[in-house]
């Protein structure tokens, strides 16, 4: 899938979105080998350089069994009683499946408020980037304890797509127990058919889309299609595929996956754009020359080593830095696609020199274009 390499180059952060019905059973509780796929999986994306939030359902689903129940309790406060029991023995079992790839997990729970109110907002995103730039694993679920109805996000297909823009992700991944988004629910009509790529949500899509069929699932794909135009009207792309299969995560990220993919809308640049200009903070910077500059400014080329003359302060690749003209004015953010340990090497250099030096496969550029916002425009 030509279309998802693209989603996914100079990408940093994804978000993995589990579903209950893949994680428990109701009689068993938490079913072991998915949650160690899962962290086999989410492990394998940050061994490539993503940073990766997940979102996990279950709590009730495990609270159930630990209570023995014959049923997924239906009153409001038997699902929070439910909920504070299953909850530990929900993390507990991703922090024993992440500990044996010597990973960390850290626990957030969050209700609508935390997107609401702009303060609890920052906060909440604030704690997320710490845990992501530090390669832990933030374990996200709706703090059901203490959401009553009124302020209840309700389920964890929306809380994803939430945490998908507040973090800035590049991509969802909605894990279920089926293959993908179909023409219809699978489990009552047989003749429905995978869709493999939606480019645009529309009415009939969500026709299409039906409630769960499964015993101990919520949304369906009811909320899994409000959850993809939350995600894709920002910009960020999503994907449905089936986290029964244990090497799911691996085969999304290198393309060939089976699944549906929920295409971002045009103005995705534009947001990204909007973000690397505006909310990434820059972690360092590099001074250009007059010939950069202007191929820059003018002719809204990428930058190349060769216009490269300083680097300044210390980054890592995929970081936001500044770029200054050879009088030090900043005319250009944009996410550097070298640390500052490579530039240093490669400044001033040609493009065709820069495998040799660095060796490693590159793009070849410092700042790619579409990755580059002009200041003063
Ligand atoms: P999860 O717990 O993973 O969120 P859900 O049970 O809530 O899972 O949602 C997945 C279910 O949605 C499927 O098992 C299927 O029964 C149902 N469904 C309804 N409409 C569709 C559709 N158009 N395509 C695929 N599945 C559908």
Redesign the pocket.
């Known amino acids: 899938m030509r279309r998802l390499e693209n989603i996914l180059r100079d990408k940093t952060r994804i978000v993995v979105k589990v579903?209950?019905?893949?994680l428990t059973d109701k009689l068993t509780g938490l079913n072991p080998d998915r949650i160690n796929s899962i962290a086999g999986g989410v492990s394998h994306l940050q061994s490539l350089g993503y940073q990766v939030a997940l979102v996990s359902?279950g709590a009730i689903g495990a609270g159930v069994a630990a209570r023995r129940l014959k049923e997924r309790p239906k009153s409001m406060r038997e699902k929070q009683a439910t909920a504070a029991i299953g909850q530990p023995i929900l993390m507990e079992a991703y922090q024993s499946a992440f500990r044996g790839h010597s990973r960390i997990v850290g626990q957030i729970l969050l209700t609508k408020d935390d997107f609401v109110n702009r303060g609890r907002y920052l906060n909440a995103r604030n704690t997320l980037s710490v845990l992501l730039d530090d390669n832990v694993v933030p374990i996200i679920n709706e703090n059901d304890t203490v959401a009553v109805e009124e302020i209840k996000l309700g389920d964890?297909?929306n809380l994803s797509a939430l945490v998908a823009n507040m973090i800035g992700a590049d991509l969802l991944i909605i894990?279920?127990?089926?293959d993908?988004?179909?023409?219809?629910?699978?489990?009552r009509n047989r003749g429905?058919e995978l869709i493999p790529v939606v480019e645009t949500i529309t009415p009939r899509i969500e026709r299409?889309?039906?409630?769960?069929?499964?015993e101990?699932?919520?949304?369906?794909?009811v909320?899994?299609i409000q959850a993809a135009k939350r995600c894709t009207s920002a910009g960020i792309a999503m994907i449905i595929a089936n986290g029964g299969n244990p090497r799911v995560l691996q085969e999304v990220v290198s393309g060939e996956f089976r699944g549906t993919l929920f295409l971002p809308a045009a103005h995705r640049l534009n947001v990204r754009k909007k973000w690397i200009g505006f909310v990434s903070h820059p972690k360092g910077s590099v001074r250009i020359d007059e010939g950069a500059k202007t191929a820059l400014t003018r002719h809204r080329k990428s930058l190349l080593p060769s216009g490269v003359l300083e680097v300044i302060g210390v980054f890592k690749a995929k970081d936001t830095i500044s770029v200054l003209d050879v009088t030090g004015n900043e005319i250009a953010r944009g996410v550097s696609g070298f640390s500052s340990g490579e530039l240093a090497r490669i400044g001033g250099r040609r493009t065709g020199d820069v495998e040799t030096i660095i060796g490693r496969r590159t793009h070849g550029e410092v700042i790619h274009k579409d990755n580059l916002v002009l200041l003063h425009e």
Do not use: E, R, V
């Not at 894990?175 to 089926?178: G, V």
């Not at 101990?216 to 794909?221: F, I, K, N």
């Open positions: 579903g209950t019905n893949l359902s964890n297909d894990l279920s127990d089926i993908g988004f179909y023409s219809d629910d699978p489990s429905a299409q889309a039906k409630k769960s069929g499964g101990l699932g919520t949304g369906g794909m909320t899994k």
